[in-house]
């Protein structure tokens, strides 16, 4: 594959963009006042001991950062089992996402590429197919926020456990990614968008994808040993039993999922995410690159005020009023969970190798809560009370624009419905037995209770009125357009035009 380079970024553009991604981290962040005396490290040390032993977990590894004190690592293992400690190697899952955009955003610094450069002005070959080009092309940005227009992988690559040259694994499906909705219109999670980014980055650098991300990220950050390929001395992964092994796992494109690296090598990319890309004193990636993973900007909630989404390698969510930004991990026998408080520069590594996923949930919850016992909740935005009439115009039924898997049950209008209407000065939203009360922040722009941010926005595009962010995807059907009738094809597959707010 070749490319031809393109317009470089502007140094002033890149400096705006720098200040107001840095303007915006300190307006949303949870503030680094302390509301009370931070909780002791052994009072969370018993507690996950504790119910790793209830559970008969193998290994536990947590990393935690607080300003002012070195990095707490702590190491679980149970009686009889290999010891561990912070060299040794642990699988990370989708945080390898997080590893790949930063990756990526290094590769097109170095290059001078802009991240609105078009995909197939970088590869020669691009292994998709985009029925809205050349109007509206797939995007560098669109990769990184997976907001690509591409649903998940197939069955059958999913359960794909040869190791394959990045070439081979992007052919094998190439007859079969094309892009369902138009790229950049909203973000849906797939594990598509990394591959076709590993491609790029072997493009820009000239090197094997593992190759790259180690010159680009792991040396600069001292992340020894780290490699998206397997590594000696990596525990294995577990069912929930803690004892029924899972086979290694070669994934279809490791730069989803493959990232194998020790607590002590995580622990720089913790550091390197808290402190604007420096670790130990210096300077290892930029600090531009680590604040556009922080920002959602390619998608048309992004660009219509959607605070929390997922950015570069980056999402949000709350957690008790306060806005942790991140990114989880599931790779067979392993669950993980990077998150972090920018602004009070705390963050955390959370792992274990059984797929027990309600355990980890409850692990989770304690160590966020143990970040942030100690922090004021933030205020969150004032509820604006918008015109009866305004909130009307948004009601009604919604179908979800996008779809992970099922596509062709989606397309059938088979895919469960929502419901908004008009509750007083607020709007209520119901799809099944979920109910969830929206407060208005600005016209179009609401969030849940509790939430400290943007978390809904209602946008319109050629027409079709969209509601993006923690709810989900959904296109408002129009009056006579009940499910996906001949003559009613799903909204998201006929856009053409701007997008602008809905008010």
């Known amino acids: 594959m070749s490319a031809a380079p393109t317009a470089p970024h502007s140094r002033a553009r890149r400096g705006r963009l720098l200040v107001a991604l840095l303007a915006l981290l300190t307006a949303i962040a949870e503030p680094a006042l302390a509301a009370a005396p931070p909780p002791p490290w052994s009072t969370l040390q018993a507690d996950l001991d504790r119910l790793q032993h209830a559970h008969r977990v193998p290994l536990l590894v947590l990393v935690l950062i607080r300003p002012g004190e070195p990095p707490r690592v702590h190491i679980g293992t149970l009686p009889g089992r290999a010891p561990a400690g912070p060299g040794t190697p642990f699988r990370w899952g989708s945080i390898s996402k997080t590893a790949t955009a930063m990756t990526a955003l290094e590769a097109a610094r170095q290059r001078g590429i802009d991240l609105d450069t078009p995909v197939a002005q970088l590869l020669a070959d691009p292994p998709y197919r985009n029925p809205w080009a050349p109007a509206q092309p797939l995007r560098l940005a669109h990769l990184l926020e997976l907001s690509a227009g591409l649903a998940d992988l197939s069955h059958a690559e999913f359960a794909d456990n040869a190791p394959r040259p990045l070439a081979d694994a992007l052919a094998r499906g190439a007859d079969r990614r094309m892009l369902l909705w138009p790229p950049g219109l909203q973000h849906v999670y797939s594990n598509v968008p990394p591959g076709i980014t590993a491609a790029v980055v072997e493009t820009l650098t000239g090197l094997p994808f593992d190759a790259a991300a180690r010159r680009l990220v792991f040396e600069p950050l001292g992340m020894t040993g780290a490699s998206y390929q397997p590594v000696a001395g990596l525990p294995g992964g577990f069912q929930a039993d803690g004892a029924t092994a899972i086979p290694y796992w070669h994934m279809t494109f490791p730069a989803f999922g493959a990232l194998n690296a020790s607590p002590a090598a995580m622990a720089a990319l913790l550091q390197a995410l808290l402190d604007r890309g420096r670790v130990a004193g210096r300077q290892g990636v930029d600090a531009a690159t680590v604040a556009r993973m922080y920002r959602a900007e390619a998608t048309l909630g992004a660009r219509r005020g959607l605070t929390i989404g997922y950015g570069a390698g980056l999402y949000g969510w ?115 037995d979920r109910r969830v009360e929206l407060l208005g922040v600005a016209p179009g722009r609401f969030r849940r209770q509790g939430d400290p941010a943007v978390s809904v926005v209602f946008a319109e595009r050629d027409g079709t009125l969209f509601l993006q962010g923690e709810l989900g995807n959904f296109a408002r059907l129009e009056p006579g357009c009940a499910g996906f009738l001949p003559g009613c094809p799903p909204p998201a597959l006929t856009l053409q035009g701007p997008d602008r707010a809905a008010h």
């Open 318 to 432: 709350v957690r008790d009023g306060h806005l942790f930004f991140g990114h989880g991990g599931d790779a067979d026998g392993y669950r993980s969970r990077l998150g972090l408080l920018p602004r009070s520069r705390r963050g955390y590594l959370l792992g274990i190798n059984v797929d027990a996923a309600d355990l980890f949930e409850n692990l989770r919850n304690r160590v966020e809560r143990f970040l942030s016992a100690d922090l004021e909740v933030p205020a969150p935005p004032p509820e604006f009370a918008d015109d009866p009439a305004a909130l009307t115009a948004l009601a009604g039924i919604y179908y979800p624009s996008s779809a992970r898997f099922r596509i062709d049950r989606w397309r059938a209008g088979e895919a469960a419905s929502a419901r908004v209407e008009v509750a007083g000065r607020r709007l209520r939203f119901h799809r099944g």
